[in-house]
């Protein structure tokens, strides 16, 4: 290095990517409890407004930013891009982990931040996971879902220990075989090698800008990306009580849920017991809840929703007081 010349560090930037219910999160807490250090920080992007995702995933000593209620793809982005720079700015990360929302398009999100005029950042290491019986089912694949696939540097085919043992093995091929130059790692829960997270190859630069130039000229001749507005497909409904749940009628509703509900999660407080549910598809699990939350609270996502219809089905099960 000639004399005087400073080396410039920069920060490394891992994106996590899926659909709803992939199991991102999952991936998040197993990575975290490997070990990190202060010199990593994390950002949470939740399509929903109840933030529940940075609850089970905030630790002590852990440096968190959470961008909630929207995609930093699209209607979030000019926060992301403002919090991004005020995280470099305060904590100097030489890591920066980013777990985008389940509908967001994640080359929008790598586009956007090798944008960015004010900060130093390599470019961005996509990881992408996939529900294995969503592969299985071809359940969610669409324009959306597949481009989460394309963008990926790394596929994490999750929930291996949901698909039947006969046909993983080809499953894991079939994805292999569309994404050859994409490695596939299998897990359950998101568990993997952290050495094979963190290793990740960067992107080439060149290619990432190139494809950034582009966008923007189908943007000059009117074409419409719809992956760049897609949050406008998706809605929510947040259902709070104070009160306790009726736990055989919860069931049965959550087991009658329309095909339109991507999604479903948050904390339910029965007679004797506080429990944190997770919906995708039709699998159903509890588990114990996060610190933090109060109340009951759940969150349902998915294409249009008939809010009168799910707010009227879950207050009918408030056991009265």
């Given at each position: 290095?000639?004399?005087?010349?400073?080396?410039?560090?920069?920060?490394?930037?891992?994106?996590?990517?899926?659909?709803?219910?992939?199991?991102?999160?999952?991936?998040?807490?197993?990575?975290?409890?490997?070990?990190?250090?202060?010199?990593?920080?994390?950002?949470?992007?939740?399509?929903?407004?109840?933030?529940?995702?940075?609850?089970?995933?905030?630790?002590?000593?852990?440096s968190m930013y959470e961008l909630n209620n929207?995609?930093?793809?699209?209607?979030?982005?000019?926060?992301?891009e403002l919090t991004l720079e005020r995280a470099?700015?305060?904590?100097?990360?030489?890591?920066?982990?980013?777990?985008?929302?389940?509908?967001?398009?994640?080359?929008?999100?790598?586009?956007?931040?090798?944008?960015?005029?004010?900060?130093?950042?390599?470019?961005?290491?996509?990881?992408?996971?996939?529900?294995?019986?969503?592969?299985?089912?071809?359940?969610?694949?669409?324009?959306?879902?597949?481009?989460?696939?394309?963008?990926?540097?790394?596929?994490?085919?999750?929930?291996?220990?949901?698909?039947?043992?006969?046909?993983?093995?080809?499953?894991?091929?079939?994805?292999?075989?569309?994404?050859?130059?994409?490695?596939?790692?299998?897990?359950?829960?998101?568990?993997?090698?952290?050495?094979?997270?963190?290793?990740?190859?960067?992107?080439?630069?060149?290619?990432?800008?190139?494809?950034?130039?582009?966008?923007?000229?189908?943007?000059?001749?009117?074409?419409?990306?719809?992956?760049?507005?897609?949050?406008?497909?998706?809605?929510?409904?947040?259902?709070?009580t104070d009160g306790v749940m009726d736990r055989?009628?919860?069931?049965?509703?959550?087991?009658?849920?329309?095909?339109?509900?991507?999604?479903?999660?948050?904390?339910?407080?029965?007679?004797?017991?506080?429990?944190?549910?997770?919906?995708?598809?039709?699998?159903?699990?509890?588990?114990?809840?996060?610190?933090?939350?109060?109340?009951?609270?759940?969150?349902?996502?998915?294409?249009?929703?008939?809010?009168?219809?799910?707010?009227?089905?879950?207050?009918?099960?408030?056991?009265?007081?």
């Open positions: 290095r000639r004399e005087g010349q400073e080396r410039v560090t920069m920060t490394s930037v891992y994106l996590l990517s899926g659909f709803l219910g992939a199991g991102k999160t999952s991936l998040m807490q197993h990575i975290l409890s490997t070990g990190v250090g202060p010199d990593t920080v994390v950002f949470v992007n939740e399509f929903g407004r109840l933030g529940l995702d940075g609850k089970l995933i905030q630790r002590e000593g852990l929207g995609c930093i793809c699209c209607s979030l982005k000019d926060e992301l470099i700015r305060e904590r100097r990360p030489r890591k920066i982990l980013i777990e985008a929302s389940g509908v967001a398009d994640p080359g929008s999100i790598v586009r956007l931040i090798a944008s960015l005029p004010k900060v130093q950042l390599a470019p961005t290491r996509t990881i992408t996971v996939v529900d294995g019986r969503a592969w299985m089912h071809q359940r969610s694949i669409g324009k959306l879902y597949l481009s989460q696939l394309e963008q990926a540097d790394l596929i994490i085919f999750n929930k291996t220990d949901l698909v039947p043992a006969r046909k993983l093995e080809g499953l894991i091929a079939s994805l292999q075989e569309k994404y050859p130059d994409t490695r596939v790692v299998p897990a359950v829960r998101g568990v993997i090698d952290p050495a094979v997270f963190w290793g990740v190859p960067e992107p080439d630069r060149a290619a990432v800008e190139n494809a950034g130039q582009e966008e923007e000229h189908d943007h000059e001749h009117g074409h419409d990306h719809e992956h760049h507005h897609h949050d406008h497909e998706f809605s929510e409904v947040v259902f709070r055989k009628g919860l069931d049965a509703f959550l087991s009658s849920l329309p095909e339109n509900v991507d999604r479903a999660k948050g904390q339910v407080v029965f007679p004797g017991e506080t429990l944190y549910l997770d919906v995708v598809g039709d699998e159903i699990s509890w588990r114990r809840p996060p610190e933090g939350l109060t109340g009951t609270c759940l969150v349902f996502i998915g294409r249009k929703l008939d809010e009168k219809s799910l707010q009227d089905g879950l207050r009918a099960l408030v056991l009265p007081a």
